[in-house]
Protein backbone atom coordinates (compact mmCIF):
# COMPACT_ATOMS: atom_id res chain seq x y z
CA UNK A 1 0.00 0.00 0.00
CA UNK A 2 1.34 3.60 -0.83
CA UNK A 3 1.67 5.60 2.03
CA UNK A 4 3.18 8.98 2.91
CA UNK A 5 4.18 9.81 6.34
CA UNK A 6 4.25 12.97 8.54
CA UNK A 7 4.73 13.40 12.22
CA UNK A 8 1.22 14.63 13.29
CA UNK A 9 2.81 17.08 15.52
CA UNK A 10 1.71 19.80 17.07
CA UNK A 11 4.91 21.26 15.92
CA UNK A 12 5.60 24.78 17.68
CA UNK A 13 8.23 27.30 16.63
CA UNK A 14 8.28 30.86 18.05
CA UNK A 15 7.84 33.91 15.46
CA UNK A 16 11.00 34.23 13.28
CA UNK A 17 12.18 31.02 13.66
CA UNK A 18 12.52 28.18 11.26
CA UNK A 19 9.82 25.92 10.46
CA UNK A 20 10.49 22.12 9.37
CA UNK A 21 7.90 19.60 8.10
CA UNK A 22 8.94 16.43 7.59
CA UNK A 23 7.64 13.48 5.19
CA UNK A 24 8.51 10.18 3.80
CA UNK A 25 6.81 8.14 0.82
CA UNK A 26 6.59 4.49 0.26
CA UNK A 27 6.09 4.82 -3.33
CA UNK A 28 9.40 4.80 -5.45
CA UNK A 29 7.13 5.41 -8.51
CA UNK A 30 5.99 8.60 -7.17
CA UNK A 31 7.53 11.50 -9.15
CA UNK A 32 5.50 14.96 -7.70
CA UNK A 33 5.06 15.90 -4.51
CA UNK A 34 2.92 19.03 -3.02
CA UNK A 35 3.28 20.85 0.37
CA UNK A 36 -0.66 21.93 0.46
CA UNK A 37 -1.49 24.43 4.11
CA UNK A 38 -5.15 23.74 5.85
CA UNK A 39 -6.23 26.14 7.69
CA UNK A 40 -9.03 25.11 10.63
CA UNK A 41 -12.43 24.74 9.12
CA UNK A 42 -10.92 25.38 6.15
CA UNK A 43 -9.69 23.30 2.12
CA UNK A 44 -6.38 22.89 1.43
CA UNK A 45 -4.07 25.10 -0.12
CA UNK A 46 -1.27 24.66 -2.68
CA UNK A 47 1.81 26.17 -1.39
CA UNK A 48 4.94 24.00 -2.79
CA UNK A 49 5.16 21.70 -5.42
CA UNK A 50 8.79 19.77 -6.39
CA UNK A 51 9.37 17.28 -8.54
CA UNK A 52 13.09 16.80 -8.75
CA UNK A 53 15.86 15.84 -6.23
CA UNK A 54 17.05 19.30 -4.44
CA UNK A 55 15.93 22.50 -3.16
CA UNK A 56 13.26 24.80 -4.53
CA UNK A 57 12.65 28.09 -2.72
CA UNK A 58 9.57 30.08 -2.56
CA UNK A 59 9.63 33.26 -0.88
CA UNK A 60 10.36 32.05 2.68
CA UNK A 61 9.17 28.78 1.72
CA UNK A 62 11.46 26.26 0.45
CA UNK A 63 10.94 22.46 -0.62
CA UNK A 64 13.32 19.74 -0.64
CA UNK A 65 13.48 16.34 -2.17
CA UNK A 66 15.35 13.38 -1.34
CA UNK A 67 14.26 10.56 -3.71
CA UNK A 68 17.06 8.04 -2.85
CA UNK A 69 15.80 8.61 0.75
CA UNK A 70 12.11 8.68 0.00
CA UNK A 71 11.86 12.31 1.24
CA UNK A 72 10.38 15.11 1.75
CA UNK A 73 10.52 18.36 3.41
CA UNK A 74 9.55 21.65 3.86
CA UNK A 75 11.17 24.84 5.42
CA UNK A 76 9.44 28.19 6.52
CA UNK A 77 11.58 30.80 7.28
CA UNK A 78 10.87 33.82 9.54
CA UNK A 79 7.61 31.90 10.20
CA UNK A 80 4.60 34.20 11.37
CA UNK A 81 1.46 33.15 13.74
CA UNK A 82 -0.35 33.51 10.22
CA UNK A 83 1.53 30.16 9.45
CA UNK A 84 -0.31 28.39 12.34
CA UNK A 85 -2.01 25.75 10.01
CA UNK A 86 -1.84 22.05 8.72
CA UNK A 87 0.86 21.25 6.50
CA UNK A 88 -0.19 18.21 4.07
CA UNK A 89 2.43 16.27 1.93
CA UNK A 90 1.17 14.49 -1.03
CA UNK A 91 2.63 12.43 -3.34
CA UNK A 92 1.40 11.37 -7.08
CA UNK A 93 -0.33 8.19 -7.89
CA UNK A 94 -1.90 6.50 -10.99
CA UNK A 95 -4.16 8.63 -12.84
CA UNK A 96 -3.76 11.88 -11.70
CA UNK A 97 -4.29 11.26 -7.67
CA UNK A 98 -2.70 12.39 -4.81
CA UNK A 99 -1.88 10.02 -1.70
CA UNK A 100 -1.69 12.60 1.35
CA UNK A 101 0.20 11.78 4.67
CA UNK A 102 -2.36 12.86 7.38
CA UNK A 103 -0.61 16.31 7.87
CA UNK A 104 1.53 18.40 10.34
CA UNK A 105 0.04 20.93 13.02
CA UNK A 106 2.42 23.89 13.09
CA UNK A 107 1.83 26.28 15.95
CA UNK A 108 3.85 29.33 15.61
CA UNK A 109 4.19 31.28 18.75
CA UNK A 110 4.47 35.10 19.02
CA UNK B 1 -3.34 28.84 -9.13
CA UNK B 2 -6.02 27.51 -10.68
CA UNK B 3 -9.51 27.79 -9.25
CA UNK B 4 -11.99 25.69 -8.28
CA UNK B 5 -15.42 26.82 -6.53
CA UNK B 6 -17.83 24.77 -5.06
CA UNK B 7 -21.49 25.17 -3.98
CA UNK B 8 -23.41 25.32 -1.47
CA UNK B 9 -20.35 26.10 0.95
CA UNK B 10 -22.85 25.08 3.61
CA UNK B 11 -25.90 23.20 4.02
CA UNK B 12 -28.82 22.30 6.66
CA UNK B 13 -30.80 19.23 5.42
CA UNK B 14 -32.97 16.45 7.28
CA UNK B 15 -32.42 13.00 7.60
CA UNK B 16 -33.72 11.20 4.69
CA UNK B 17 -33.22 14.01 1.96
CA UNK B 18 -30.98 14.10 -0.82
CA UNK B 19 -28.04 17.24 -0.93
CA UNK B 20 -26.60 17.96 -4.29
CA UNK B 21 -22.96 19.36 -4.13
CA UNK B 22 -21.39 21.39 -7.00
CA UNK B 23 -17.69 21.09 -7.86
CA UNK B 24 -16.27 24.22 -11.26
CA UNK B 25 -13.34 24.40 -12.51
CA UNK B 26 -13.37 28.01 -13.24
CA UNK B 27 -10.22 28.58 -15.66
CA UNK B 28 -9.47 25.46 -17.18
CA UNK B 29 -10.97 22.04 -17.91
CA UNK B 30 -10.62 19.26 -15.59
CA UNK B 31 -11.52 15.71 -16.98
CA UNK B 32 -10.79 14.49 -13.84
CA UNK B 33 -12.46 15.77 -10.59
CA UNK B 34 -11.64 14.20 -6.86
CA UNK B 35 -14.16 14.03 -4.20
CA UNK B 36 -13.34 14.11 -0.60
CA UNK B 37 -14.71 14.05 2.95
CA UNK B 38 -13.07 15.28 5.95
CA UNK B 39 -13.92 14.66 9.78
CA UNK B 40 -13.35 17.41 12.75
CA UNK B 41 -9.48 16.85 13.17
CA UNK B 42 -9.20 14.00 10.59
CA UNK B 43 -7.02 13.96 7.54
CA UNK B 44 -8.62 14.04 4.01
CA UNK B 45 -10.47 10.73 2.99
CA UNK B 46 -10.62 9.97 -0.84
CA UNK B 47 -13.95 9.07 -1.62
CA UNK B 48 -14.15 9.06 -5.18
CA UNK B 49 -12.25 10.12 -8.84
CA UNK B 50 -14.97 11.81 -10.90
CA UNK B 51 -14.46 10.80 -14.64
CA UNK B 52 -16.00 13.03 -17.26
CA UNK B 53 -17.84 11.40 -20.12
CA UNK B 54 -18.11 7.85 -17.62
CA UNK B 55 -18.59 6.11 -14.73
CA UNK B 56 -16.98 7.78 -11.07
CA UNK B 57 -14.61 5.41 -9.29
CA UNK B 58 -15.08 4.70 -5.86
CA UNK B 59 -12.72 4.12 -2.83
CA UNK B 60 -13.39 0.77 -1.35
CA UNK B 61 -16.12 1.30 1.44
CA UNK B 62 -17.96 4.17 -0.17
CA UNK B 63 -21.13 3.67 -0.82
CA UNK B 64 -21.95 4.23 -5.03
CA UNK B 65 -25.44 4.47 -4.54
CA UNK B 66 -25.24 6.72 -1.91
CA UNK B 67 -22.63 9.12 -2.85
CA UNK B 68 -24.09 9.66 -6.39
CA UNK B 69 -21.29 11.65 -9.07
CA UNK B 70 -22.13 13.01 -12.08
CA UNK B 71 -19.13 14.84 -14.37
CA UNK B 72 -21.44 16.30 -16.54
CA UNK B 73 -18.96 18.67 -18.21
CA UNK B 74 -15.48 19.41 -18.48
CA UNK B 75 -15.46 21.86 -15.79
CA UNK B 76 -18.59 20.55 -13.75
CA UNK B 77 -18.58 17.78 -11.31
CA UNK B 78 -21.68 16.73 -8.78
CA UNK B 79 -21.84 14.83 -5.99
CA UNK B 80 -25.55 14.04 -4.67
CA UNK B 81 -25.40 12.90 -1.00
CA UNK B 82 -28.92 10.40 -0.75
CA UNK B 83 -31.01 9.51 1.77
CA UNK B 84 -28.72 11.54 4.35
CA UNK B 85 -27.80 10.57 7.85
CA UNK B 86 -26.62 12.65 10.86
CA UNK B 87 -23.29 10.25 10.15
CA UNK B 88 -22.97 11.50 6.66
CA UNK B 89 -22.21 15.21 8.20
CA UNK B 90 -18.78 15.82 7.45
CA UNK B 91 -16.75 18.65 5.21
CA UNK B 92 -16.89 17.66 1.86
CA UNK B 93 -13.80 18.95 -0.88
CA UNK B 94 -13.49 18.46 -4.41
CA UNK B 95 -10.44 19.35 -6.24
CA UNK B 96 -9.19 18.62 -9.79
CA UNK B 97 -5.53 18.48 -11.14
CA UNK B 98 -4.63 21.21 -13.76
CA UNK B 99 -4.01 19.87 -17.23
CA UNK B 100 -0.56 20.88 -17.00
CA UNK B 101 1.04 17.26 -16.65
CA UNK B 102 2.41 17.49 -13.37
CA UNK B 103 -0.36 16.64 -11.33
CA UNK B 104 -1.11 19.77 -9.58
CA UNK B 105 -4.38 19.45 -7.64
CA UNK B 106 -6.38 22.76 -6.78
CA UNK B 107 -9.07 22.30 -3.90
CA UNK B 108 -12.07 23.97 -4.25
CA UNK B 109 -13.38 25.88 -0.59
CA UNK B 110 -15.52 22.78 0.39
CA UNK B 111 -18.98 22.50 1.25
CA UNK B 112 -19.86 21.91 5.49
CA UNK B 113 -23.01 19.86 5.56
CA UNK B 114 -24.57 18.84 8.59
CA UNK B 115 -27.55 16.46 8.70
CA UNK B 116 -30.10 16.89 11.29
Known amino acids: QKEVEQNSGPLSVPEGAIASLNCTYS??????FFWYRQYSGKSPELIMS????GDKEDGRFTAQLNKASQYVSLLIRDSQPSDSATYLC??????????FGGGTRLMVKP | GAVVSQHPSWVICKSGTSVKIECRSL??????MFWYRQFPKQSLMLMAT?????????EQGVEKDKFLINHASLTLSTLTVTSAHPEDSSFYIC????????????FGPGTRLTVT
Open chain 2, 95 to 106: SAPTSGGRDEQY
Open chain 1, 27 to 32: DRGSQS
Open chain 1, 50 to 53: IYSN
Open chain 1, 90 to 99: AGDNAGNMLT
Open chain 2, 27 to 32: DFQATT
Open chain 2, 50 to 58: SNEGSKATY
